[in-house]
């Protein structure tokens, strides 16, 4: 009495799988249990954040804040000024850098939960938002400050943004998609490679051709290039 296997079409729609129809429930279910390792990975990041002794680049980006600048001559100005807001509020002491570098790293799983939402079902959002909270990448980000986490909060931000202005045309997520990729450029030179993605992207897909007829399109250019004002300035 073997098991029939079973096989679908490729665009046939799958059962769902688990015991209610579903891995881990109905979506509030697996909410909670996104909520609930956010916490728990989020705790352990704070405790690794307590122990952890200062590193040369939190250091590094301390140090270049006390001396204000429209950049500097290896990274851009976006973490040395926040490093000199963070200490000029709260002291010189590296547990406040780190619960922003923190808080950082708590948004990006929701942020890859906005970029999913547009393209698919709230649930598969918040699979990719679990996904992201356990990609070792992104789980090792909070417990030091440094720009890295500013990065991965950044980009997803940024493509949830440009998929629903892709979709609407409406004028404030070619405005917020632009914003974000202006942060980027001021936390590190190394946002330049979506944006480089993003032209291949106009270039080469027919569906990317069809928005060089779009305003908005040259909007967030250009409020994406500012973020690139400064190093230039300096």
């Known amino acids: 009495g073997g098991q029939m ?25 697996l909410r909670q249990a996104f909520l609930i390792l956010l916490a728990v990975i989020t705790l352990w990041k704070l405790y690794v954040a307590t122990i952890t002794n200062v590193l040369w680049d939190e250091a590094h980006f301390v140090m270049s804040g006390q001396y204000l600048d429209l950049a500097y001559p290896d990274i851009p100005g976006g973490y040395p000024w926040l490093a000199r807001l963070v200490t000029s509020v709260a002291g010189w002491s590296i547990l406040p850098l780190r619960v922003v570098a923190l808080l950082i790293a708590v948004a990006i799983p929701f942020a890859v939960h906005f970029m999913a939402r547009p393209v698919t079902s709230e649930r598969n959002a918040l699979w990719a938002a679990i996904i992201a ?34 979709a609407d045309d409406r004028m404030k997520w070619w405005v917020l998609a632009g914003v974000c990729g202006a942060l980027g450029l001021l936390v590190h030179y190394r946002f330049i490679i979506p944006g480089v993605a993003m032209v291949v992207f106009l270039v080469a897909s027919p569906v990317g051709r069809t928005l060089w007829r779009r305003p908005g399109l040259y909007v967030t250019g250009a409020i994406a290039a500012l973020g690139l004002a400064p190093a230039l300035a300096y």
């Open 5 to 29: 296997v079973e096989f679908y079409e490729l665009t046939a729609e799958r059962p769902n799988m688990g015991a209610q129809g579903q891995l881990i429930g109905d979506d509030r279910r």
């Open 133 to 166: 909270l356990l990609c070792p990448a992104i789980t090792n980000n909070g417990p030091i400050f440094y720009p890295e986490g500013g990065l991965q909060l950044l980009l997803p931000l940024m493509a949830g943004c440009l998929l629903r202005a892709m």
